[in-house]
């Protein structure tokens, strides 16, 4: 599976349910559902109903939806939180249990052998009760399991043909990307080639996204993703991070697949519903994401986007900044302002602005408007330019 071809299993209403500061109504699941469909997520997992009557109610809500995306109900490996979800229409299943010797003392107590047969007779209930069902299992806390055990769960369960995929999560954030491809590829190897794999990580070192790229580099064919990457601690790989790295890839298959100019109003929703800003920095949404500072960088962005960017801000809906009111400015990007503004300026004017710019911005913050008013002082009587004294004068 490749990188612009994998599926996206977004957890926003499950996993960036656990972020410290969201508390979702039924009416934001509801929203948030149906702009993650309308963007182009594959799955949008959802909190398990055995959490909460109110959870119980979203799932069978949100079935009925009839969204494009599946809906998959994140839910413990036990029989009474699969009757759960079947009672509410669930049909995708995203089955887990902790395979790591810390976690299975601390919470089920299970040995592999014990793992592989509860796994197999709750899937095969699944199965029996919704033949058409899509159950996936995960071992959680992965990378701190031993291969050897991770490969006497999954192979086993693999033979069973009860399983659409499995899933590999990376609970504490623990994996660096090159162990995340190296695991991914012996699981691939073990599994065969026409196995799902999905692969979950969390970012408590930062890695969230180059270990999801990586996992695909290794066999992964599922990502999951929230928007921000919201979810437990740090949280897991942003949806708008991995759809940057699908575009950078394959800008024309992004285009086919995602409805790109969707993604800011996307990540702006589930913003204003948690109570968070937007990150300056996120990738594509981030208020800095498309903007030029350095002289040298925006004379190139003006003759040539390509020469600064990899992502064209036009697919999504949003424009470039070049950024003209500081003391790194160049003259090109002056006149290239003073085109916006009707002018049409020498270069001796152009760069007699341009240093009168840099003296006064060096001394204290300027605006757009201080530059505006520069170039047309310079324009100004009959084209006769104003000298530099005038122009600091008149800044």
Not at 3 to 22: A, H, M, N, P, Y
Not at 135 to 156: H, W
Not at 357 to 364: E, F, H, M, N, P
Request: charged share 25%; proline share 3%; aromatic share 6%.
């Amino acid at each position: 599976m490749s990188l612009q071809k994998c599926f996206i299993v977004d957890s926003t209403l499950r996993e960036g349910e656990q972020f410290e500061l969201s508390h979702y109504t039924l009416a934001d699941k509801i929203a948030i559902a149906r702009a993650l469909d309308s963007f182009g997520v594959d799955f949008i997992e959802v909190s398990s109903p055995a959490v909460s009557p109110s959870a119980r109610e979203a799932c069978k809500v949100l079935t009925g939806l009839k969204l494009r995306a599946h809906v998959a109900a994140h839910l413990r490996c036990h029989m009474d939180d699969v009757r759960l979800a079947l009672e509410c229409g669930i049909t995708a299943f995203n089955l887990f249990m902790a395979s790591s010797p810390i976690l299975r003392a601390s919470s089920h107590g299970r040995g592999v052998e014990e793992i592989v047969r509860q796994a197999t007779e709750v899937a095969a209930y699944i199965k029996r009760e919704r033949p058409e069902a899509i159950v996936r299992f995960s071992c959680e806390d992965a990378f701190r399991s031993s291969l050897d055990d991770l490969l006497s769960i999954y192979v086993p369960l693999s033979k069973t043909g009860l399983f659409s995929r499995f899933g590999i999560a990376d609970t504490v954030g623990a994996a660096s990307p090159l162990r995340v491809m190296q695991t991914l590829q012996i699981v691939r190897k073990a599994l065969g080639p026409d196995i799902d794999i999905e692969f979950h990580g969390h970012n408590d070192t930062g890695c969230a996204t180059a270990n999801a790229w990586m996992a695909v580099e290794g066999g992964a064919t599922h990502i999951d993703t929230c928007v921000m990457g919201l979810g437990e601690r740090n949280g897991i790989t942003r949806l708008e991070d991995l759809v940057a790295a699908i575009y950078a890839v394959d800008h024309e298959a992004a285009r086919a697949r995602f409805d790109l100019p969707a993604l800011k109003p996307l990540v702006e929703l589930v913003a204003r519903i948690v109570g968070v800003e937007v990150p300056f920095g996120a990738c594509i949404v981030g208020s800095s994401a498309f903007t030029h500072k350095a002289g040298v960088h925006s004379k190139a962005i003006i003759a040539n986007p390509k020469t600064y960017e990899i992502l064209d801000p036009a697919d999504f809906g949003l424009e470039r900044n070049v950024m003209i009111a500081h003391q790194l400015v160049g003259w090109n990007a002056v006149k290239a302002r003073a085109g916006q503004l009707g002018y049409d300026l020498d270069a001796e004017a152009l760069k007699r602005i341009t240093a009168t710019l840099k003296d006064i911005a060096s001394r204290r913050r300027i605006t757009n408007g201080d530059v505006d008013e520069l170039i047309a002082g310079a324009a100004a009587v009959n084209g006769n330019e104003i000298d530099a004294t005038e122009l600091k004068a008149a800044a």
